[in-house]
């Protein structure tokens, strides 16, 4: 699964026929469209078309903006940028905390120079662009606004969404940087500010996406979402800076972006229950009565924690029955749809995968007839049963995370978090048992070799080149510039952030003065601090967890051995702040009686080498899925094998190819776990196991 996983937003503008295709293109869709529909029968005009899109970004600006460029010609109607993860939390690409992670999930863009490389030969008046960016997103859009500038680009036609949702953060992905208070007066500065000069951009991207991807159930991806949207109103009613009719043009903005998983049913049920629930909070908590305003407006990106690395090629089957589920139902049909590639379990995919799932959009929207009806679901007695179902409960957890004083104190005091974690746990031991079927991982595991996994270029990777030569390029841009415009914007940027002022302007005029990412981030960090979310794991180790009492036998039969309780830590190195499975690793390690030290994300290699001396740790365990496993694994070998740790073993999970597993095991790695191994009670046997050689070894 990419990083960021996972996911961008969308916006209303949804013309298929957009202004970057053809005029002569256009009439001819247009008239093919009319003629299918005399072909059938049907008189009135079919549904637009949802917008189109593939999250894409890697490696540096110029091969993004190519990918681009080759995505639109195909018939992609809007982009969706991800960024990498040293862009995504406010640092340049020399950043130690950078190294090995530079164009790995997403396009690096330090600077103005970047953003303008990214949309070169793309007018951006015309275009429809999604960005997932987060904590950073005043920059992000600061520098997009400074490109537009260049351009000539009137701001009121900027068309796009920046997702802006920095609760979900700190629940699932990580890419976090502040407090949650000055991190929700950032994301309303944004609204605020794009309410009164983009108006025709969605300024937040409410993510219930990444919330099903750390477990969430149906019922919690509804009510944290909407408990986040809340949060978000709330803040910008309270600064009263959009009142009245402006403060109902602010509501019609919000937006957001929803995950589909494979329960089919349930998902299409879920997403009507959204829609009623969405219209209730509208009325009932804001007193919206505008149809327009009050709309649930959101676009999707279908589920990538269900694609397998087993048999990846029945992911394809799934991609679309997700699909179906957020396209079917008129009333609650997604505005935009962007679809993961058939192998993101395995990599990177390439542009051949991601045209794959932009081609299955185009043949569901155009070769059926799916738009020529209306909501073939109206009066179904199971589906009205289901949705109310659905709404009920999640109004009840509505109400609970209310009466703790809203989102952001449900954050605060890790209700949220540990829900999440303890959802997940439940959704993998079903897994483990059989309970809940996956087609090629727990049933039907024979399989032929597939073709489409091998041979050379079969999974696209990011040079090493790539990171030295954006340092290099990111070194001159800043000898470029001038060093008093730079600090002139920096100044009036702080003093914004210190004295309450919206923070867009002063950011635009630094975009535009050559201040980069990090500076930025750098600037915002000394004003507002950083954060560290809670983990969600808990320490107390549940007796109930099934399969565990040979592991358990282990444990303590190696730690009577030891002398003393066997500790495991595990560590989250770099950037990657999906720590789905380092969670589920440490609350499994725990419950099988290991003594566990984990510390969250964003780690350095020196810091979990430090944590692994002063704990006296008897096994290290790695999660890394930003593709940065190499360069972050061969550095805290290194380092172990300095402070005289060589005789600790090291495991490594993550998203890895065969070749990478060889090249971790010859820095020393004693184990590598990738998604094929779902089985974390045999990982747990493994590790036991390991610990119990080397002890062996030692004496």
Known sequence: MRHSAPRPAFAPALRLKSASTPPTLRRKICRSERAAARRGGIMTSRDKPWLFRTYAGHSTAAESNKLYRANLAKGQTGL?????????????????????????????????????TLFEGIPLAEMNTSMTINACAPWLLALYIAVADEQGADRAKLQGTTQNDIIKEYLSRGTYVFPPAPSMRLTKDVIVFTTEHLPRWNP????????????????????????????????????????????????????????????FITEMCKMRAFVDLWDEICVNRYGITDAKQK?????????????????????????????????LSKKARARAVQ????????????????????????????????????????????????????????????????A??????????????QQLVESNTRRLEAIERGEQVVVGVNRWTETEPSPLTTGEGAILTVPEHVEPEQVSRLKAWREARDPAAVGAAMDALKRAAREGGNIMEP????????????????????????????????????????GLDEVRSNVE???????????????????????????????????????????GIRLTPAEIVNAALEESVHVVGLSILSGSHVPLVRDVMERMRAEGLSDVPVVVGGI???????????????????PKNFELNRIMADIVAIVDREAQDAA
Request: hydrophobic share 40%; net charge negative; aromatic share 8%.
């Open 507 to 546: 950011s635009i005029a630094c975009a535009k003065a050559g201040v980069t990412t990090g500076e930025w981030g750098t600037a915002l960090r000394e004003i507002f601090g950083e954060y560290r979310a809670p983990t969600g794991v808990g320490r107390a180790a549940r007796v109930d967890t099934k």
């Open 656 to 674: 890895i190819p065969p070749e990478d597993e060889a090249q971790l095991r010859g820095f020393g790695v004693a184990a590598v776990y990738t």
């Open 557 to 599: 039969a190696v730690s009577q051995k030891l002398g003393r309780r066997l500790k495991f830590l595990v560590g989250k190195p770099g950037l990657d702040g999906h720590s789905n499975g380092a969670e589920q690793i440490a609350v499994r390690a725990r419950d099988a009686g290991m003594e566990v030290v984990y510390e």
């Open 404 to 417: 703790m004083g809203g989102a952001v104190a449900a954050i605060e005091n890790s209700y949220m978090k």
């Open 80 to 116: 969706s940028v991800a960024f990498d993860l040293p862009t995504q939390t406010g640092y340049d690409s020399d950043h130690p905390l950078a190294r090995g992670e530079v164009g790995k999930v997403g396009v690096p863009i330090s600077h103005l120079g970047d953003m303008r």
């Open 295 to 327: 709309l649930f407006r959101y676009g999707v990106q279908v589920n990538s924690l269900g694609l397998t690395e087993q048999q990846p090629e029945n992911n394809v089957y799934r991609i679309l029955i997700e699909m179906l589920a957020v396209t």
């Open 339 to 402: 679809l993961p590639a058939w192998n993101e379990a395995l990599g990177l995919p390439r542009s051949f995968d991601q045209q794959w799932s932009l081609r299955m959009q185009q043949v569901l929207a155009y070769e059926t007839d799916l738009l020529d009806y209306g909501d073939i679901f109206d009066g179904s007695v199971e589906i009205d049963r289901k949705v109310e179902a659905l709404k009920a409960e999640a109004r009840e957890e509505l109400a609970r995370i209310e």
């Open 204 to 263: 937040m991207n409410v993510c219930s996406y990444h919330l099903q991807e750390a477990g969430a159930t149906p019922v919690q991806e509804l009510a944290f979402a909407l408990a986040n949207a809340i949060a978000i109103l709330d803040t910008v009613k309270k600064s009263g800076e959009a009142e009245g009719a402006a403060f109902g043009e602010v509501v019609g903005r919000i937006s957001f972006f929803v995950n589909a998983g494979m329960r």
